[in-house]
T-cell receptor, first 113, second 117 residues
Framework: DAGVIQSPRHEVTEMGQEVTLRCKPI?????LFWYRQTMMRGLELLIY????????DSGMPEDRFSAKMPNASFSTLKIQPSEPRDSAVYFC???????????FGPGTRLTVT | AQTVTQSQPEMSVQEAETVTLSCTYD???????LFWYKQPPSRQMILVIR??????QNATENRFSVNFQKAAKSFSLKISDSQLGDTAMYFC??????????????FGQGTILTVHP
């Protein structure tokens, strides 16, 4: 079975540019999570969806960040405009009905110069 | 809010030996789950083991086992017969079944484990 798929795996962009990260959850999972990992802050939850509806976005750092889940098989995390402090690894995870069983994608390493 | 603390930034062990990674947590909830995740250099997050708080029996998955002390809010991971492929960052994580933590995994800072040949 395919796991969580994220694209791109690596992204390098210049400050001020728009960045879009993509995620395809495991088929049949109805919850999707976006995490950010940095050396300073470790792993932190940004937002999560249940049945395509955002449930908790309290971790989204500021208005420059937005996330959407237009259908059960696709989600995006957008940063506009990007800043150097957004450089991090961004993980997407999905889970079946039991929210605690989360399966992670390989992550996207974002570098903003 | 829940907190998860891993007090060992780095650990090392010889191949085939046993190592224990420590984790403590703080919560006022009674129903929750605890996890250990492994993150090798590939950076993929891999679930190693899960413990339900209502279960007294410690979870075991092959060479991996936990020592869950609910009253002490301690959740350590023991790796037996360490293998080179166990070299990774290990994260302890908490998931609360209610309250403000519902749906969220809270991670510790991580412990870098190096297995030496």
């Amino acid at each position: 079975d395919a796991g969580v798929i994220q694209s791109p795996r690596h992204e390098v962009t210049e400050m001020g540019q728009e960045v879009t990260l993509r995620c395809k959850p495991i088929s049949g999972h109805n919850s999707l999570f976006w995490y950010r990992q940095t050396m300073m802050r470790g792993l932190e939850l940004l937002i999560y969806f249940n049945n395509n509806v955002p449930i908790d976005d309290s971790g989204m750092p500021e208005d420059r960040f937005s996330a959407k889940m237009p259908n059960a098989s696709f989600s995006t995390l957008k940063i506009q405009p990007s800043e150097p402090r957004d450089s991090a690894v961004y993980f997407c995870a999905s889970s079946p009905d039991r929210l605690y069983e989360q399966y992670f994608g390989p992550g996207t390493r974002l570098t903003v110069t | 809010a829940q907190t998860v603390t891993q007090s060992q930034p780095e650990m090392s062990v010889q191949e085939a030996e046993t190592v224990t990674l420590s984790c403590t947590y703080d919560t006022s909830e009674n129903n929750y789950y605890l996890f250990w995740y492994k993150q090798p250099p590939s950076r993929q997050m891999i679930l190693v083991i899960r413990q339900e708080a209502y279960k007294q029996q410690n979870a075991t998955e092959n060479r991996f086992s936990v020592n869950f002390q609910k009253a002490a809010k301690s959740f350590s991971l023991k790796i037996s017969d360490s293998q080179l492929g166990d070299t990774a960052m290990y994260f302890c994580a908490f998931w609360g079944a209610g309250g403000t933590s519902y749906g969220k995994l809270t991670f510790g800072q991580g412990t870098i484990l190096t297995v030496h040949p």
